[in-house]
């Protein structure tokens, strides 16, 4: 009997029949032994007994190791992430992903973790060699405190569903924009939506953080309890735990007001020029807030108001365009019919996707040559390979850096003044046109940095939450943050686990 076996299913206290045949598959097993006693040993078997020590604890049905039919992989929005693991664990509770951790840590596996499965990026939330996806699906639960201050969130849960439960109720909450994307990859990376500059991030209104840590021990971080947790969980990533569960204050905006109207391509200078004017005399007012979406063909602009009211004249700027298309008329409507009007805003059917994103100071010239570049990239990529995307400009008012402030403050560093995140989606048909495509957003972003930077409008911070795969986000929070989250990570994360065995991800290791 190997000790270090006892030990480890000693602490998993689980059942006395499962120990004994988890003691037995182990010692019984040679390469864990070669594995255990430093000894050359094969990963991808290693792999498999650990799939088969999660079969045990947690049983067949929470622990796919077939894979046949792929559904299970092809669960990832983008098909640049359908990656086979060894297994894929789908834990029912807490302690279900505790365990699994545990079983992680002790046989030092490769792991990734997937909520909505939303991210593009090969191997944030999908992993391709031996190799375990921790899958939080069924971890999505939708809970209304009886005060209504507060709602739980499962992290598997989807944003749309989660304006769907708050909307009888009156209420909304700071999420994500499209429906389809989960709860938990925006909230770690931040979390913008569009009253973000009246209420701040996604991860500003959190009241409590339950995470499961490397050693599987089960904690809750606010502003009382594992404070520095609670501040890295705040956009830092997937660096210190799995986060089970996320108790978010309501915010009591539900009646709405929005029109939606689309331009031709020809009219995407007066789009911008009219956005611009927007932002550097309309945008103080934090009710409002306008979503513009630049494609080849056509422009959508959406303006909100988080009120209802009659036009408001913040939007006056827009007054001055004729839309080819007034898709949505004025309408007061609610935060939950508006998000079902967005769902068609990005593609659902199977394909290769990417984002990116860059930060600049307001310049509405600045914002045409940028422009300008991407549309003859994007417009050769299109021809050569059929992929389509966007050109976004996101408004950021110094209103959102000062309620992320008045509610505990974040590791991001944004600056406290107007600006703009741009970002891209990107979606295309072809494994071998990866680079071709996302060569387009690649020199798009090198024209932002290079031109702002020319013109005294540099803004480093990079939006985790459209950061690509080769960029770095945190690296752009500022260095005495990135020391901190360091520190915090290192505090409770001692043996490095989710930096040493997690597949992907923007991890400080990486800093
Ligand atoms: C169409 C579209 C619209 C979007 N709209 C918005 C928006 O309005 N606002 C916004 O802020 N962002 C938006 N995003 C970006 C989005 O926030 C990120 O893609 C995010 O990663 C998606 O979260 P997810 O849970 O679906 O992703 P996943 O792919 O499941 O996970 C993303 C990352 O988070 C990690 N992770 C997941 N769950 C956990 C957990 N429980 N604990 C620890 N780490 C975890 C994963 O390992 C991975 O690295 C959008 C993206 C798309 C594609």
New binding site residues.
């Given amino acids: 009997m190997d000790p270090q076996i006892q030990n480890f299913v000693q602490s998993l206290h689980v059942a006395a029949q499962q120990a004994e045949s988890l003691e037995q598959m182990l010692n019984n097993d040679a390469n864990v032994s070669a594995f255990l006693k430093g000894n050359h040993y094969s990963e991808k078997a290693l792999t498999a007994t650990a799939c088969e020590v999660l079969e045990t604890i947690l049983g067949k049905s929470e622990v796919d190791t077939q894979l046949v039919n792929q559904t299970a992989v092809n669960e990832?929005?983008?098909q640049t992430?359908w990656e086979l693991p060894t297994c894929i664990l789908l834990p029912h509770n807490k302690n279900d992903v505790s365990l699994a951790l545990q079983t992680i840590r002790f046989l030092k596996i490769q792991f990734?973790?997937?909520?909505?499965?939303?991210?593009?990026?090969p191997g944030?939330?999908?992993i391709n060699k031996p190799g375990v996806l921790l899958d939080?699906q069924k971890?999505d639960e939708i809970s209304v405190s009886e005060d209504k201050k507060v709602v739980s969130l499962g992290?598997?849960g989807?944003?749309g569903k989660v304006y769907e439960a708050l909307d009888p109720h009156g209420l909304s909450v700071i999420?994500?924009?499209?429906p389809?994307?989960?709860?938990?990859?925006?909230?770690?990376?931040?979390?913008?939506?569009?009253f973000s500059g009246e209420y701040g991030?996604?991860a500003d209104n959190v009241k409590n953080f339950e995470?499961v840590l490397a050693d599987g021990s089960i904690v809750i971080a606010n502003a009382e309890e594992n404070t520095d947790l609670f501040w890295a969980l705040k956009g830092g990533?997937?660096n210190?735990?799995?986060?089970?569960k996320f108790d978010i204050f309501t915010i009591p905006v539900h009646d709405i007001w929005y029109q939606v109207s689309i331009y031709t391509a020809d009219q995407a200078n007066a789009c911008i020029d009219a956005f611009t004017e927007w932002q550097l005399e309309g945008s103080s007012d934090l009710k409002s807030t306008v979503a513009m979406i630049i494609g080849l063909d056509t422009i959508t602009v959406g303006l909100l108001y988080s009120t209802t009211t009659a036009s408001p004249n913040v939007f006056e700027p827009f007054n001055k365009l004729t839309p080819a298309v007034v898709a949505v008329p004025a309408t007061n409507g609610t935060v939950h019919s508006f998000t079902q009007i967005l769902a068609s805003?990005?593609?659902t059917d199977p394909m290769r996707?990417d984002?990116r994103g860059i930060s600049s100071g307001v310049d509405a010239q600045l914002y045409k040559d940028v422009y300008a570049t991407w549309k003859e990239k994007a417009t050769a990529v299109h021809a050569s390979t059929g992929a389509n995307m966007t050109f976004v400009l996101q408004p950021i008012p110094a209103g959102l850096t000062q309620a992320s402030k008045a509610k505990g403050g974040n590791p991001l560093g944004i600056p406290e003044k107007t600006h703009q995140w741009w970002t891209t989606?990107v979606d295309w048909a072809d494994a071998k046109d990866d680079e071709t495509v996302r060569s387009a957003p690649i020199a798009t972003t090198d024209a932002w940095r290079q031109l702002s930077q020319e013109r005294g409008l540099e803004v480093p911070y990079i939006?985790?939450?459209?950061a690509s795969r080769d960029q770095n986000p945190i690296a752009s929070y500022g260095q005495q943050n990135v020391q901190r989250l360091k520190t915090i990570a290192s505090e409770y994360d001692p043996e490095q686990v989710f930096q040493k065995l997690?597949n992907?991800?923007?991890l400080l290791k990486n800093l």
């Fill in positions: 990832n929005w983008s992430c990734a973790i997937r909520s909505g499965g939303h991210s593009p990026n944030w939330s999908s939080l971890l992290p598997g989807r944003w999420g994500g924009r499209i389809q994307v989960g709860v938990a990859g925006v909230i770690l990376g931040g979390g913008f939506f569009h991030l996604a995470v990533g997937s210190f735990g799995i986060v089970t805003t990005s593609s996707h984002y989606l939006f985790m939450n459209d997690q992907g991800g923007f």
